[in-house]
Structure formats: C-alpha cells, structure tokens
C-alpha cells in the first residue's frame, strides 16, 4: 500500500525534556532511509525543536498542516508516532484534518497500515506516549516540590529584584532591580494607574528580568507576586490550557500551592504591599468586566478545531445598519487560521437544550445519584479490607519486635537484631500512620445529591442566565467544545470524576446548530 503514496513531507521534534536519546538530524537520517528504501520523493522537511513535550507551540507542525491542502505531499512521515502529536485527543484532530486533505500519517519505526489491527495498535502507542509524557511530568513536577519546600529557586529567571545564590541555589535581593520593585509598588499605592506608572518607566529606561519594556501584565504580575513580602511561593499559578498557553491570573487550588512565610527576603513592606492588594480587589470588583455589555456563558471552554488555541468572544458591527454581531471566533490571525466565527447565541441555545437532555433532567440526576452510593459503598468495602489487613500486619509487627526483645533481655544481642528491630519499628510507624489516616477519611462520605433540588436549584439559576452562578454550573458539566469550519464537537461531563460513563461527547454540523435555534427558541 505504501508504494502508492509517492510524495511525503517529513516531520522532526525534538522535546528538551524528552529523555530520549534521538535527534533531530537522527530522526531525519532513519526517515531520508526509509523513502529511498520505498521510492518516495521527498517534497519537503518541517522540524520543530519544542521547549517542552506537554505544550504545542509548533510554528513548523502548524504549517505542514496548512499545506497539508495545497495536495503538495500524499504522506507525512515521522520517525515515532509520538513525534506527531503530544496526546490521543489532538492526534485524532489533526489526523482528521489531513484525512480530509488525503494525506496519511506514517511512522518509520512503527510499521501500521489502514487494517482495524494496526488502528487499534496506533492507539495503543499513542496511549503509552502519553503515559510516559505524562509520567515524567508527575516526577518531574514531584522533585520541584521537594526543591521548593527547601525555598530554594525551582528553575527559570528569579523575579525582577532576585537573584540567585549559586551555593544556596535561594533568592538573594538584586538592590538595584530591587529599587524599580519599590517604585512600582509605591507608585500604584499613591493612586497611580498601570499607563501612568509605565510612563515612568519607559521614561527611566527601565526594563524587565529579560531586557524588555514594562507592559500592564508585566505589571500585574509584579503587584501580585507574594515572593516580594517575603513569602515563598511555588505552583500557583493555573496549569496550561488545550494550546499551551497559561493565564498567570488564575491560580490552582489551595492545597497544590506551597506558600511558606519568610521563605526569601522581602523587598516591599508589609503595609504598602497589603495596600496594594486591596486596590487590586477594589479594582478587579468596579471594573470593565462586570459592565460587558455581552456575556459569554461558554467562555474557556470553546476551542478551535483548525489551530487548538482557545475561541473568545467577540461583537462586531456590520452593513450599511450596523447590525451587531455576537459570536465566539478564533484569535490567531487570519494567514495562521483559517476557522469561522460562530454565532454565540446560537450556540449557547443549543449547548443549554444538550445538557437539559443529557443531566439536568430526573433520569440522568437519578442515574448519578445511583452511581454515588454504589461507589461509596465499594469504597468501604475496600477501606475495610485495608484496615483488616492492616491490622493483621501490626499484629505480626508486634511479635516480631516482642521476640526480639525477648532475645536481648536473655542476652542474645547482635547489630543484626538491633537493625531488624529499627526497620520494623519504622514500619509499623508507617502502618499506623496510614491506620490513622484511613481513621479520618472515613468520617467523609462522598456527599450525596437530591435529584429534585438540583432541577430546582437548576430552574432558578436560568431565570438569570447572565448570573455567575448560572455561568459557573453551566461550564461545570462541559469539558470542551471543538468548532471546526463545518462541524462542533462537544464533549460534557458530571462535573465529577467518580461515573466517567455519564461522560458523553456529541459531534453536529454547524447548519444544524443554526437550524435548531428556531426550534429551541
């Protein structure tokens, strides 16, 4: 099959984070082998050499994607499979992409073809690549906490007034930057706005950590960051979205964040900075966002099936009336994208008659109370037999370290002896401390839910569909809407992770959406 596909572009990536041992030029080289072994003409080479394995910022994969329409290439040849795409999800959106522009993915190490075996395979493959990515994330991430628990630097240029100790590996106070900092805080604590305080800067010639102009988030940034009371602060901010980019104004939960008072020296005063904060708080309250004229129910939560990067909500005027047009639309540029606005009441009308289908009706809220007690009720059968086996455990434990002692009140003693003694009661430490554990989760019952009252709590949230709280329990049982230039797919979710098989995903053609709005109304 593969002697009929004539033309192939070849893809390389290489992730600095990858522990693997190929290169780009290897990659290459095996791919180079592989068409002239198979009389393939190689049309052209994209590579892309990736900061990290978890983001997709991939001008050169962009692009061979792009002109994956003009029917220049038939295939696209990779040396593995995980050089194409960094999970299943955005492998299936891209493979339909170039599916539709009659391009196939080959992989020269993995031997597949269009047979249901080797489908089945593919997926397997990219499942375990993203396991291993997704793992050496988790350890990753698991030697930065303990590094940040020390309070020493956990990687990347320290804050604007930091620097870092090369024996300690801490931050250390940068007096000269540090002065900027003081400015800045001081300024903003006057009353002085972000243009007014950039003004002083451009006119001061001063720069940020990595050389360039202040701009307002460069300055929120600054005015938010914790480190400058003295307060250590690690993984705060929000993990990546679907397009790689991170919003450093939306923060994790609580407990992933380590914040440790007196963990680095504090270059602002406690005053001024608590002075700040709260005209930030009085700020983000009074400002622009509550008087929108528009609100987008579905915001962060509709995605672009072209580019991946997020859709935003955007009105615009048109013809010689100006007729005013609502709608979510891609923001990369033009010449990068090519997707299609989508009206926003629209969809949202169509997302809203989905999920009163789908959950918020008494069938389906029955179902997911069902499903809560019969997971509970599991979960304590094996909370159970842990404790039972725990317990056996300790007994042993008990016995063990009595006959030991038996022995060295009869004068037997030896290093050996003294050494078993020692693990075992660490051990039984370890043991009694999950016993306790195990003690305290099981005074917390997974909460159960009424069907009735949240249909009641459902009904009265709609009366307000601008209301935050109508906004919020809409987007807590949506994972995702993809709009393509033809099509949406929607995927929701329970909003809890314990019945996974109430997840469902829905795909639709955009006309339809538009046809249904009638009908719903």
């Not at 700020?283 to 129910?297: F, I, P, V």
């Not at 997971?375 to 909370?383: D, L, N, S, T, W």
């Amino acid at each position: 099959m593969i002697q009929t596909i004539n033309k192939a572009a070849l893809y390389a990536r290489y992730s600095s984070d990858n522990q693997r041992s190929e290169s780009i030029d290897a990659q290459l080289r095996a791919m180079q082998n592989y068409c002239q072994q198979n009389h393939i003409l190689i049309v052209e080479t994209y590579i892309d050499e990736a900061k990290s394995a978890t983001t997709d910022h991939r001008p050169s994969f962009q692009k061979m994607i792009a002109d994956s329409k003009y029917h220049q290439f038939n295939i696209i040849l990779v040396h593995k499979l995980d050089r194409f795409a960094r999970n299943r999800y955005d492998s299936a959106v891209y493979k339909r992409e170039l599916k539709k522009n009659g391009v196939s993915v080959y992989s020269v190490l993995e031997n597949l073809d269009d047979s249901p075996e080797s489908i089945m395979m593919e997926s397997v493959l990219e499942g375990m690549s993203e396991y291993y990515s997704q793992n050496l994330a988790r350890e990753v991430m698991k030697g930065m906490r303990e590094t940040a628990l020390q309070c020493k630097h956990t990687g990347g240029k320290p804050p604007l007034g930091y620097e870092i100790d090369q024996q300690s590996k801490k931050l250390t106070v940068n007096e000269q930057e540090a002065e900027i900092v003081r400015s800045i805080f001081s300024m903003y604590a006057q009353g002085n706005g972000y243009s007014q305080i950039l003004h002083y800067l451009h006119q001061k010639g001063y720069k940020t950590k990595r050389g360039q102009e202040f701009q307002k988030n460069s300055l929120y940034s600054i005015l938010t960051n914790k480190k400058y009371q003295g307060i250590y602060v690690f993984n705060q901010s929000s993990s990546k979205s679907i397009s790689g980019s991170r919003n450093t104004h939306l923060h994790k939960n609580s407990d992933d964040i380590i914040c440790i008072e007196g963990g680095c020296p504090q270059i602002v005063d406690s005053v001024t900075f608590q002075k700040v904060q709260q005209r930030i708080k009085e700020h983000r309250h009074h400002g622009g966002r509550e008087n929108a004229k528009t609100n987008y129910l579905l915001s962060g939560k509709v995605y672009c099936m072209d580019c991946g990067r997020a859709m935003v909500g955007n009105t615009r005027y048109s013809g010689r009336n100006k007729q005013r047009y609502v709608t979510y639309r891609c923001p990369s540029k033009r010449y990068a994208c090519s997707n299609k606005e989508i009206n926003q009441e629209y969809l949202e009308t169509y997302i809203i008659h989905l999920l009163e289908n789908r959950i918020f009706n008494r069938a389906s809220l029955k179902q997911i109370s069902d499903r809560i007690k019969g997971k509970e009720e599991e979960g304590r059968e094996k909370q159970e037999n842990r404790t039972d086996l725990i317990a056996e455990k300790l007994r042993k434990i008990d016995e063990a370290i009595q006959n030991i002692t038996d022995a060295v009140i009869q004068g037997l003693y030896s290093p050996a002896l003294g050494e078993r003694l020692s693990a075992l009661e660490q051990e039984k430490v370890s043991l009694e401390a999950e016993k306790t554990k195990m003690s305290s989760m099981e005074q917390k019952k997974i909460p159960q839910i009424d069907p009735e009252l949240i249909l009641q709590e459902y009904v009265q949230a709609k009366k307000a569909t601008s209301s935050p709280e109508y906004k919020q329990l809409i987007q807590e049982f949506i994972d995702k809407i993809v709009v393509g230039k033809y099509c949406v797919e929607i995927t929701l979710k329970t909003g809890m992770d314990i019945f996974p098989s109430l997840d469902t995903s829905v795909q639709i053609k955009r006309q339809e959406i538009y046809e249904k709005k009638g009908e719903l109304s």
